[in-house]
């Protein structure tokens, strides 16, 4: 009986953990860090206030903590997409597609945590521009994984450089998610995958 109430307690805070890093998010997106408060955190996640700072002490470890785990998950949905067997091009082309319907869904404008976070916190905030920089290179090395199975399989040109070709790839990928904030069309965003896989289509 015991270890089962420890298993339920385990998987209770687990769930509120990840209520008030989803709470987290949207606070940021919506004011940004300064105008984020724990009261506007608990607000959204459906926590009392002190709930907040008895588990993370303050509003910087709080956001720092949702970041971590913002970036983690979007990894980790890469990573599966990566293990799918389908053509390096289906799988860009899948993620592709979902990042523009993100970008461009209404009620989402609020945009990517990431792209928020390098715009509003990176360029004075070493540490924040740390963690988004090594996001970065993990998530480009999963895009080498999926352009090199491209190039391998037929699906994408041979003569690519997968690296220069992943970074390039980010570089549309946040171009759409700061653009979504703007009011980027659906259109807009379906032309733009449209024209990067015709760049890395064989020829």
């Known amino acids: 009986m015991a270890n089962l109430m420890a298993k339920r307690k385990t998987l209770v805070d687990s769930m509120m953990r990840d209520a008030i890093y989803e709470g987290a998010v949207v606070v940021l997106a ?7 408060t724990m009261d506007r955190v608990a607000a959204a996640a459906g926590v009392a206030k002190g709930s907040l700072y008895k588990g993370f002490g303050d509003k910087r470890t709080l956001f720092l903590k949702a970041l971590d785990h913002y970036l983690e998950r979007g990894r980790a949905t890469l990573r599966e997409l990566a293990d799918d067997p389908r053509s390096g091009a289906e799988l860009l082309r899948h993620w592709l597609d979902n990042v523009a319907a993100m970008a461009t869904c209404t009620g989402l404008r609020r945009g990517c945590m990431s792209v928020n976070c390098t715009v ?9 521009r740390n963690r988004l920089r090594k996001h970065e290179r993990e998530i480009e090395k999963i895009y080498v994984q999926l352009i090199g199975r491209g190039a391998r399989d037929g699906s994408l040109r041979s003569d690519l450089d997968v690296q220069a070709s992943a970074e390039w790839l980010t570089t549309i990928i946040d171009g759409l998610q700061v653009r979504g904030k703007l009011g980027l069309t659906r259109a807009q965003a379906e032309s733009a995958v449209a024209m990067a896989m015709r760049a890395l289509a064989p020829t």
Do not use: K, S, T, Y
């Open 30 to 36: 919506e004011h940004g860090l300064n105008g984020a």
């Open 120 to 128: 509003e916190l990176a360029p004075h905030d070493n540490e924040i």
